[in-house]
Nanobody, 125 residues
Framework: QVQLVESGGGLVQVGDSLRLSCVASGRSSDLYAMGWFRQVPGKERAFVAGITWSGGTTVYPGSVKGRLTISKDNAKNALYLQMNSLKPEDTAVYYC??????????????????WGQGTQVTVSS
């Protein structure tokens, strides 16, 4: 089992930056990849970034590429999401997720076995 705890969300202004953190505990050494998703009420969770746990290969959807950066610190079992030039449409609950098995579908929520509780990000104009 792996437990994930996110932090770093909050209320920011348009154009601001924010860094989310996620700390993994438990059998995190068995992980293949980790990712960030976000969700707004009434919509499905949307993939925003993914990274392989050992090699550090990153994946982004085109909509966030260049503004959001995923990174990790294996020594701290930590995952980060640096968000720059925030827009109102970035407002969502952000979830950290972890996948045990290798997958080519890092953008697919079903590829992930563990989820954090989520952290709210609100971008005010």
């Amino acid at each position: 089992q792996v437990q994930l705890v996110e932090s770093g969300g909050g209320l920011v202004q348009v154009g601001d930056s924010l860094r989310l953190s996620c700390v993994a505990s438990g059998r995190s050494s068995d992980l293949y990849a980790m990712g960030w998703f976000r969700q707004v009420p009434g919509k499905e969770r949307a993939f925003v970034a993914g990274i392989t746990w050992s090699g550090g290969t990153t994946v982004y959807p085109g909509s966030v590429k260049g503004r959001l950066t995923i990174s990790k610190d294996n020594a701290k079992n930590a995952l980060y999401l640096q968000m720059n030039s925030l827009k109102p449409e970035d407002t969502a609950v952000y979830y950290c997720a972890a996948a045990r098995k290798p997958t080519f579908a890092m953008a697919y929520a079903g590829s992930y076995n563990y989820w954090g509780q989520g952290t709210q990000v609100t971008v005010s104009s």
